[in-house]
């Protein structure tokens, strides 16, 4: 119920495509999902978060899908860049908690 | 841009030893958190810490972790005797309203032998 499935684990694409990265969740009380971006040797970065009544967000490159009733949020990266090749993570907090649950990651690699 | 700031990036030490790990969180941050990340793994909750006091745990701190603000600038989180499966990297992590708009730092590397 505390988990958070995040897929694929590993992906690589081509400057210019579009990777998208998906999160599952059972636990209907997570009321707010960020995504973390993470650079080899740093802390994760805030990238863009959405809360459960928003069916999508978008903040320049980064878009965050939402779908409520199947308990299920994915991370697009527009017109990606060898730049974003990093690590991402999902994560959720549980209403009434200030704790994140994260995802497993999925490590991006953007060829050139 | 206002950082969290982590010292020392990397720590080795012996098994049974006591570390300190040290943080200054962005100074008008409120909430304060620590986070470990086994290599190649999640990142995983340790601890939250609000108006001097935890507000929430995870089954991973145990009794051999400890937390404190000893100032108002540096937090800190203290494991009294570690263990080798304590090789982590440790992010603190600090944030004005509680959820949402966390600020990591770049983490402590951890290393007992």
């Known amino acids: 119920q505390q988990q958070v499935k995040q897929s694929p684990q590993s992906l690589i694409v081509q400057k210019g495509g579009i990777p998208i990265i998906n999160c599952a969740y059972e636990?209907?009380?997570?009321?707010?999902f960020p995504w973390y971006q993470q650079f080899p040797g740093k802390g994760p970065a805030l990238l863009i978060a959405?809360?459960?009544?928003?069916s999508e967000k978008k903040e320049g490159r980064f878009t965050i899908s939402f779908n409520k009733s199947a308990k299920q949020f994915s991370l697009h990266i527009m017109d990606s860049q060898p730049g974003d090749s990093a690590t991402y993570f999902c994560?959720?907090?549980?209403?009434?908690?200030?704790?994140?649950?994260f995802g497993t990651g999925t490590r991006l690699k953007v060829l050139a | 841009e206002p950082e969290v700031t982590q010292t020392p990036s990397h720590q080795v030490t012996q098994m049974g030893q006591e570390v300190i790990l040290r943080c200054v969180p962005i100074?008008?941050?409120?909430?304060f958190y620590w986070y470990r990340q086994i290599l190649g793994q999640k990142v995983e909750f340790l601890v939250s810490?609000?108006?001097?006091?935890?507000?929430?745990k995870s089954e991973i701190f145990d009794d051999q972790f400890s937390v404190e603000r000893p100032d108002g600038s540096n937090f800190t989180l203290k494991i009294r005797s570690t263990k080798l499966e304590d090789s982590a990297m440790y992010f603190c992590?600090?944030?004005?309203?509680?959820?949402?708009?966390?600020?990591f730092g770049s983490g402590t590397r951890l290393t007992v032998v």
């Open positions: 992590a600090s944030s004005l309203q509680g959820i949402g708009g966390y600020t």
């Open positions: 100074s008008n941050h409120l909430y």
């Open positions: 810490f609000y108006n001097n006091e935890i507000s929430e």
């Open positions: 959405i809360r459960p009544d928003v």
């Open positions: 994560a959720a907090n549980d209403r009434g908690t200030y704790k994140y649950i």
């Open positions: 636990n209907t009380a997570f009321d707010y």
